[in-house]
C-alpha cells in the first residue's frame, strides 16, 4: 500500500518496460497524479499503460521512450515534461542493465551500454532534476542500486563497479541534499525475480550460475513496496528481505582479505561463466576522427 507521502505526485520511472521499473508503476498508480514511463522499448511501456488504465481509469501516464544510455535520449524526454508541464515530485532512477561472466571476455559494446546507461545516464537524470526540486523545496529520490555494490563481485565485476558507483554517488548527495526538503533513497536488493539475469548472461547455460541461493531472492512486489516505504520515510538506504538485509550487513563489514579467501574457496574448480574471448577486432573500431578506441 502507497503512503500518502506520494498522493498527487508526479512520478518519474525509468526502466519502465519490465521488472521493477513496471512493478514501481503499478504500486504508484493509485495514488499518482502523474505516470512518467521511460524504457527503450516502446510497445512493452504502451502495453504497461493500457494494464495501468484498466484498473485505474483516472490515471495521467506519460509515455516517454527513450535510451537513456544516450544523452540526446535523456534531452529528448525532459523536453516533453517542460513542454507538457510536468513537476517532477518523484524520480525512481532504476534503468539499468547487467553482465555476467569473465571481465575480459565482454563484448566491448555491450560493456560501453551497461557503463553509458548505469553511470553517465544515472548521473545526468539526477544532474538536471535535483535543481528543480531543490528550488521547489521537496522531492524525493529512489536510487535503485544493489547488494553487490556493497564489495566487489566476480563475474559481475564491471556491474557490481557501477552500482558501487551509485552506492558512493548516493550517500554523497544525502548529505549534500540535508535541509533542502529533498530526500533519497538508495535500494540495495539482492537477487529479484525479473528478466534481469536473463538479459545479463552471455550464453544460455550460464542462467543456473547467476543470483546465488533461493533465500537471496525476492519478488519484485517486496523490493517496490520496501523500497516506497523507506523513501516516504525519508530512510537513506534499505535492502528490501530478511535475509538479504542481513546478508548485506555481514558483507558490507567483511574485510577484503578474508572476502578474498571465501571467493577463492567458493570459486575454485567451477567452470568460467561468460562465454568465448571478445573478439579482438571490435577493439580495433575508430572514433569518428580516425584514432583507435
Known amino acids: 500500500m502507497v ?3 506520494f498522493l498527487g505526485c508526479s512520478a518519474w520511472i525509468t526502466g ?4 521493477l521499473g513496471a512493478e514501481f508503476a503499478r504500486q504508484l498508480a493509485p495514488e499518482a497524479g502523474c505516470l512518467v514511463l521511460t524504457a527503450r522499448r516502446e510497445e512493452r511501456l504502451r502495453e504497461l499503460a493500457e ?3 484498466k484498473n485505474h ?3 495521467q501516464i506519460i509515455v516517454a521512450p527513450a535510451d537513456l544510455a544516450a544523452p540526446e535520449g535523456i534531452e529528448a524526454v525532459i523536453d516533453r515534461l517542460e513542454t507538457e508541464r510536468v513537476e517532477v515530485d518523484l524520480l525512481v532512477n532504476n534503468a539499468g542493465v547487467g553482465d555476467f561472466g569473465l571481465f575480459y571476455r565482454a563484448d566491448l559494446r555491450r560493456l560501453r551500454d551497461m557503463l553509458d546507461l548505469n553511470v553517465r545516464g544515472f548521473t545526468l537524470l539526477l544532474w538536471w532534476l535535483l535543481p528543480r526540486m531543490i528550488r521547489r523545496g521537496k522531492g524525493c529520490i529512489i536510487n535503485i542500486g544493489s547488494i553487490s555494490g556493497l564489495r566487489p563481485l566476480p563475474y559481475y565485476s564491471a556491474y557490481a563497479a557501477t552500482k558501487a558507483y551509485v552506492h558512493s554517488l548516493s550517500h554523497g548527495l544525502e548529505w549534500e541534499l540535508a535541509g533542502t526538503g529533498v530526500t533519497l533513497t538508495q ?4 537477487a529479484v525475480a525479473t528478466e534481469f539475469f536473463e538479459r545479463a548472461v552471455r550464453c544460455p547455460e550460464d542462467l543456473k550460475e547467476v543470483g546465488g541461493p533461493p533465500f537471496m531472492w525476492t519478488s519484485p512486489e517486496e523490493v517496490v513496496r520496501c523500497s516506497l516505504e523507506a523513501a516516504s520515510r525519508g530512510k537513506s538506504q534499505v535492502t528490501p528481505g530478511f535475509v538479504p538485509r542481513l546478508c548485506a550487513a555481514i558483507f558490507s563489514y567483511v574485510p577484503l582479505p578474508l572476502l578474498r579467501i571465501v571467493y577463492r574457496a567458493a570459486l575454485s574448480g567451477k567452470r568460467r561463466p561468460g562465454g568465448e574471448l571478445a573478439d579482438e577486432r571490435i577493439f580495433m573500431e575508430k572514433r569518428s576522427d580516425g584514432r583507435p578506441l
Open 3 to 5: 503512503r500518502q507521502s
Open 16 to 19: 519502465a518496460s519490465s521488472g
Open 51 to 53: 494494464e495501468i488504465r
Open 57 to 59: 481509469p483516472k490515471a
Open 187 to 190: 535500494v540495495c536488493p539482492a
